[in-house]
């Protein structure tokens, strides 16, 4: 297939979803977890689960770069602008993360702390270029995909010799999060037993697939890189539900259009000479992790926020009512959350996994709370939502306006 409506063809998806009905054996439940905030979006916005037999569920994972931020983290890039005087430059999708006291980054630039939105690392910079007298830090966000544009934007400020650039430093690391996913008990009582995992797509292609083999083989996990269309999505389900069959717990590769084993190693490259693991970080919902986080490496310091402007870190809780925790480690449901669609919408979110459009709370509120269909973003597929309206889903909503899968 070459062109992207090849893989949103809903008379492929049928003939799909008919496979992997064909591949179920009677009696056997099947649970796997999407680990990236993209196959969640992707399976509300077609209607995925809606064409699954009900013997496959479907869990979310952590895989959010915004979900997972702690408030912590951005408690100290609001001070960052308020307290020290810096222009903060972030992803438009960090403004509106709650942040402690009820308050957001984006509260925060009404109330005058220079906050500004960038799309690129390099924004960031040429911030700071054009603002020479203003220190100028940009809140570096997200998995491995945008870890070596930070990454080369340090090397880039050093070699121009800017003097008021530097990185808050919050990149995060798929492999350890999947691996603590896995680990017995890690997730917490009433965490779903996972048979499977549907792996990420960009993630992918920087890292390759070769770093989800060890726990793929130690935790006997089958494991299927997927592309972010829906006939992507679909046939990597139809390839876990093959392995758990078989007995297998394997690596494969169903986006072989972009991810080999060894991944972009000029990214790794670039990445490996700024940047290096710390040895714990916290991640909303999930807690402290060890080596799950990237820094600064030591020589790299004069770029480092966190010791350029003596930062500390202090964890804070989240909202008391909010459910974004036991989403993220796959216990709860959106639907589950007593503030959803209440007081936490998508215009007023009070939980990180409401403001991202890649957030679970997000995609079901956009996506799943009309159908009927709890699991469009994420239910437990049992209970008889392909009876009320049996392979639709692709059909009837391939085409919102402004989404990307
Ligand atoms: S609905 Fe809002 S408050 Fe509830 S879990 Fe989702 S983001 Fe958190």
Redesign the pocket.
């Known amino acids: 297939m070459k062109f992207v409506d090849e893989f949103r063809d809903p008379a492929l998806a049928r003939t799909l979803a008919e496979r992997i009905a064909a591949e179920c054996q009677p009696g056997r439940r099947y649970a796997f977890m999407e680990f990236c905030g993209g196959h969640t979006h992707a399976i509300a916005r077609y209607g995925v689960t809606a064409l699954l037999p009900p013997a496959i569920r479907m869990i979310h994972g952590p895989g959010c770069p915004v979900c997972v931020l702690p408030v912590g983290r951005i408690d100290q890039a609001i001070a960052l602008a308020r307290d020290h005087g810096a222009i903060v430059a972030t992803y438009g999708d960090t403004m509106r993360v709650p942040a402690s006291g009820g308050r957001s980054m984006l509260q925060a630039r009404t109330q005058g702390a220079d906050i500004r939105v960038v799309y690129s690392a390099a924004d960031a910079l040429a911030l700071a270029r054009a603002h020479p007298a203003r220190e100028v830090v940009f809140f570096a966000i997200g998995f491995e995909t945008t870890t070596p544009p930070t990454a080369l934007v340090v090397k880039q400020a050093a070699a121009e010799g800017l003097r008021n650039f530097s990185v808050l430093c919050c990149h995060v690391l798929t492999p350890p999060a999947i691996a603590h996913i896995l680990r017995p008990g890690s997730a917490g009582d009433g965490a779903a037993p996972i048979d499977g995992i549907v792996g990420p797509a960009h993630v992918s292609i920087v890292v390759g697939s070769a770093p989800y083999e060890a726990f793929a083989r130690q935790q006997r996990m089958p494991v299927v890189i997927s592309g972010f269309e829906p006939l992507d999505v679909m046939q990597s389900i139809h390839m876990l539900v093959r392995q758990v069959n078989s007995g297998r717990a394997e690596v494969e590769n169903q986006f072989t259009r972009a991810v080999t084993r060894d991944g972009n190693l000029a990214a790794q490259r670039v990445v490996a000479e700024v940047l290096e693991p710390r040895e714990r970080f916290e991640w909303r919902g999930l807690g402290e992790l060890p080596h799950s986080a990237l820094r600064l490496q030591p020589r790299w310091a004069a770029f480092d926020a966190e010791q350029r402007f003596a930062l500390h870190y202090r964890p804070v809780a989240?909202?008391r009512?909010?459910?974004?925790g036991?989403?993220l480690r796959g216990q709860?449901q959106?639907a589950d959350?007593?503030?959803?669609?209440t007081?936490?919408t998508p215009e007023h979110?009070?939980?990180?996994?409401?403001?991202s459009s890649e957030?679970?709370?997000a995609a079901h509120w956009r996506y799943g709370r009309h159908t009927g269909h709890p699991g469009d973003s994420g239910h437990t597929g049992h209970t008889g939502h392909a009876a009320s309206a049996p392979l639709q889903g692709i059909a009837v909503r391939s085409s919102p306006a402004g989404q990307d899968a």
Request: hydrophobic letters at 35%; proline letters at 7%; a neutral charge.
């Open positions: 989240d909202h009512h909010c459910d974004c036991a989403i709860k959106p959350c007593r503030l959803f669609g007081a936490c979110p009070l939980g990180s996994c409401m403001v957030g679970a709370c």
